[in-house]
T-cell receptor, first 113, second 112 residues
Framework: EAQVTQNPRYLITVTGKKLTVTCSQNMNHEYMSWYRQDPGLGLRQIYYSMNVEVTDKGDVPEGYKVSRKEKRNFPLILESPSPNQTSLYFC????????????FGSGTRLTVV | QKEVEQNSGPLSVPEGAIASLNCTYSDRGSQSFFWYRQYSGKSPELIMFIYSNGDKEDGRFTAQLNKASQYVSLLIRDSQPSDSATYLCAVKGLEYGNKLVFGAGTILRVKS
């Protein structure tokens, strides 16, 4: 089944403790993105990647890191999480560009206390 | 300033009626327009995309694009309770750094 797999689905952590949210797609998509979704603000892009080893900042990159060492994987790293990073996170992939439409992962609900 | 606006709703329609969801955008040069559906607690899923002025139909869904007036609409005919969800409009344009910008979404409730 074609899908984007994110883990974990739920995560509660403490301020400052480094964490990684994994994302993997099995569709051979070139384009991958991370979004956060907050009530009333919609989906906001954190980082995106156009292909292996090519990443760039989205609208809200502060406090996040990403890497794209393999085509299928695009992990999101929070080096020192803070409470304002409490949110619902989605990984998404698209065949080449955003114009083809995204397939989203099932989401990771992160709470930082 | 990036701006894709949607009425947050909720928009309530009776079963069998036509639901009309609207989205306005600020970038006159926008080229790509998308509608995503998001059920409560789930991830967004692509239901329609449109690039040209006019209407595009897919089953019970019709996307309508009017670039001169800078709006894109989604019509859902014969609405069903299973259509109850949040509908996200997304627009890609040069003013937005040639990136996709999402609206905050409209909640649709279809009552049986």
């Amino acid at each position: 089944e074609a899908q984007v797999t994110q883990n974990p689905r739920y995560l509660i952590t403490v301020t400052g403790k480094k964490l990684t949210v994994t994302c993997s797609q099995n569709m051979n998509h070139e384009y991958m993105s991370w979004y956060r979704q907050d009530p009333g603000l919609g989906l906001r892009q954190i980082y995106y990647s156009m292909n292996v080893e090519v990443t760039d900042k989205g609208d809200v990159p502060e406090g996040y890191k990403v890497s794209r060492k393999e085509k299928r994987n695009f992990p999101l790293i929070l080096e020192s999480p803070s409470p304002n990073q409490t949110s619902l996170y989605f990984c998404a992939s698209s065949p080449r560009t955003e114009d083809y439409g995204y397939t989203f992962g099932s989401g990771t609900r992160l709470t930082v206390v | 300033q990036k701006e894709v606006e949607q009425n947050s709703g909720p928009l309530s329609v009776p079963e069998g009626a036509i639901a009309s969801l609207n989205c306005t955008y600020s970038d006159r040069g926008s080229q790509s327009f998308f509608w995503y559906r998001q059920y409560s607690g789930k991830s967004p899923e692509l239901i329609m995309f449109i690039y040209s002025n006019g209407d595009k139909e897919d089953g019970r869904f019709t996307a309508q694009l009017n670039k001169a007036s800078q709006y894109v609409s989604l019509l859902i005919r014969d609405s069903q309770p299973s259509d109850s969800a949040t509908y996200l409009c997304a627009v890609k344009g040069l003013e937005y750094g040639n990136k996709l910008v999402f609206g905050a979404g409209t909640i649709l409730r279809v009552k049986s």
